[in-house]
């Protein structure tokens, strides 16, 4: 089955440092792969995603990540952290096995970021 | 914008008592899924149904039944509510089933549910 590997649950990180989440996946076919953010009291938001194409992805609120097939992996970055992205984020995985096409998230990360 | 509502932000219920969560979206799309959010062990998929009347199990789905009589409503029933129930329930949606992995999934805001 697939998976999604998402290390350390709790990332502290200093204003105006670089975030960096690392995720990483198995899967023996091409997958599709998500970075979801939530924010706290709501719902999960998209942040970025990669189908096809480009392996470096741009999304909302200066995040991107790079899809890296020979390292399984699809690590989040953002040149310098605000108060704002304070929130927990997840990495989900898809593609076509089992028949299924659905969304394998990992354990997440919270995000603190220290004034 | 794409709305996903769910019925309850928080909701406190009695062990062996039958419990729905409601869930609606406004954008016409054909997926519909449930999830269960407990800390330390991120999203994990309770049933999802991609048409009305039609569902499958996800990774997780003792316990637990649904139902999708409309396009734009999918309900989670907690057929006897236990303690071990108590969590953070969160409904989404998706566009197309037609290419269910590419599809943006959008989610409510959640229900805290509290099984005492």
């Known amino acids: 089955a697939q998976s999604v590997t998402q290390l350390g649950s709790h990332v502290s990180v200093s204003e105006g440092a670089l975030v960096l989440l690392r995720c990483n996946y198995s899967?023996?076919?091409?997958?599709?792969l998500f970075w979801y953010v939530q924010y706290p009291n709501q719902g999960l938001q998209l942040l970025l995603k990669?189908?096809?194409?480009?392996?470096l992805v741009k999304g909302i609120n200066g995040f991107e990540a790079e899809f890296k097939k020979s390292e399984t992996s699809f690590h989040l970055t953002k040149p310098s952290a605000h108060m704002s992205d304070a929130a927990e984020y997840f990495c989900?995985?898809?593609?076509?096995?089992?028949?299924?096409?659905?969304?394998?998230f990992g354990k997440g990360n919270q995000v603190v970021v220290i004034p | 914008d794409v709305k996903v509502t769910q019925s309850s932000r928080y909701l406190v219920k009695r062990t062996g008592e039958k419990v729905f969560l409601e869930c609606v979206q406004d954008?016409?799309?054909?997926?519909m899924f449930w999830y269960r959010q407990d800390p330390g062990l991120g999203l994990r998929l309770i049933y999802f149904?991609?048409?009305?009347?039609?569902?499958e199990k996800g990774d997780i789905p003792e316990g637990y039944s649904v139902s999708r009589e409309k396009k734009e409503r999918f309900s989670l029933i907690l057929e006897s509510a236990s303690t071990n129930q108590t969590s953070m329930y969160l409904c989404?949606?998706?566009?197309?089933?037609?290419?269910?992995?590419?599809?943006?999934?959008?989610f409510g805001a959640g229900t805290r549910l509290s099984v005492l």
């Open positions: 989404a949606s998706s566009l197309s089933a037609a290419s269910l992995a590419k599809n943006i999934q959008y």
């Open positions: 899967s023996s076919v091409p997958p599709y």
């Open positions: 990669y189908t096809t194409g480009a392996t």
């Open positions: 989900a995985v898809s593609g076509a096995w089992d028949g299924n096409n659905r969304l394998a």
């Open positions: 954008m016409d799309h054909e997926n």
């Open positions: 149904s991609y048409d009305v009347k039609m569902k």
